[in-house]
């Protein structure tokens, strides 16, 4: 055999040997490494999503937008300053008591007056003559046995010995601060007894008392019961002359004195027209009738003067108000 001969099975068995050894291997795309390559994934590229804009919020402020709805009116609120009411002083009419007595800014007639045996008080009461100094209805403020009433009076001026001096004419009261009138409860204490007359007619104090003390149901007829609101109604519809009355007690019998404590301290009314005419001490017990009252009383009997510490500070309460127009 020649050598060419021998080599060719020598060369049958490598080639074998190569391709069963290629067969076994994997087969690797792309650039050979190492190591197998990873098969590419899909790599996920965030994209911006549309996200929905928040709408701006509303921010309130105290810009007025004009609307078709009516603006409510604004009420009155109550405050302690008091409302400035003109003045306007009524003029004094012709009248006469019987045939002789003219009625004039002085005038005043004692509608009970009764003495002990020692000659001393035992209760007097008084009704006065008064000019008006406005047509309005005040008030203030006071503290009565710890509660506080808002009072409401006129501002009146009477001749005392014939020197015309400033008097609140006290009409009523109720328990509160600086309440308004439009704003008082529809009771007892929002009421004025209110009667009138032409000047024609007979002036005859002692029977219009006498009416008075009647019993309500039967003096229904001859007083009215009017609000303080249909009083200053009244008030502003009066002529220019006219006389105004007020009749009140002064001196009280001693054994009211337990009632009038209580009716003070229960009452509005009593309390603001009641409170000038007693003394407390600091424990609101009530020691007797203010120097008011009894400087009242000198005056009524004794035409005395009235002292100086007292010209500015003159008040008279009414337990109902008579006037006499032209």
């Known amino acids: 055999m020649s050598r060419k001969n021998a080599l060719v099975p020598v060369l049958l068995i490598l080639t074998c040997f190569l391709l069963v050894n290629t067969a076994c291997e994997p087969i690797y795309e792309g650039r050979p490494t190492g190591f197998p390559t990873q098969l590419p994934t899909n790599t996920v590229t965030p994209t911006q999503v549309a996200t929905p804009t928040e709408a701006p919020t509303v921010t309130h402020t105290l810009t007025i937008t004009p609307t078709d709805t009516p603006t409510p009116i604004p009420t009155a609120t109550p405050t302690s300053t008091p409302t400035v009411i003109p003045t306007r002083e009524s003029g004094l009419i012709q009248l006469t008591v019987g045939e002789n007595t003219t009625v004039d800014w002085g005038y005043h007639y004692l509608t009970q007056n009764n003495k002990r045996d020692d000659n001393s008080q035992y209760n007097l009461s008084a009704m006065l003559a008064f000019q008006l100094i406005d047509r309005g209805i005040h008030s203030e403020t006071i503290t009565v046995l710890g509660n506080d009433i808002t009072v409401y009076y006129l501002r009146a001026r009477h001749a005392f010995k014939g020197e015309m001096m400033d008097v609140k004419i006290i009409l009523t009261g109720i328990f509160g601060t600086d309440v308004a009138i439009d704003t008082m409860p529809a009771d007892g204490a929002n009421f004025v007894y209110y009667r009138t007359q032409n000047a024609d007619v007979p002036f005859e104090p002692w029977k219009i008392d006498s009416d008075w003390n009647l019993a309500p149901e039967q003096r229904g007829g001859l007083f009215q019961a009017l609000t303080l609101r249909q009083f200053q109604v009244i008030l502003e519809d009066l002529p220019n002359d006219f006389l105004l009355f007020a009749e009140h007690p002064v001196i009280y019998e001693p054994e009211r004195w337990a009632q009038v404590r209580i009716d003070m301290e229960r009452i509005s009314a009593s309390g603001a027209r009641l409170n000038p005419l007693f003394a407390f001490n600091e424990f609101n017990q009530l020691v007797g009738q203010t120097s008011l009252a009894n400087i ?31």
Request: hydrophobic share 45%; no cysteine.
């Open 296 to 326: 009242l009383q000198q005056y009524f009997i004794n035409n005395s003067a009235i002292p100086g510490d007292m010209r500015h500070n003159l008040v008279f309460p009414a337990e109902y108000i008579f006037i006499v127009t032209p």
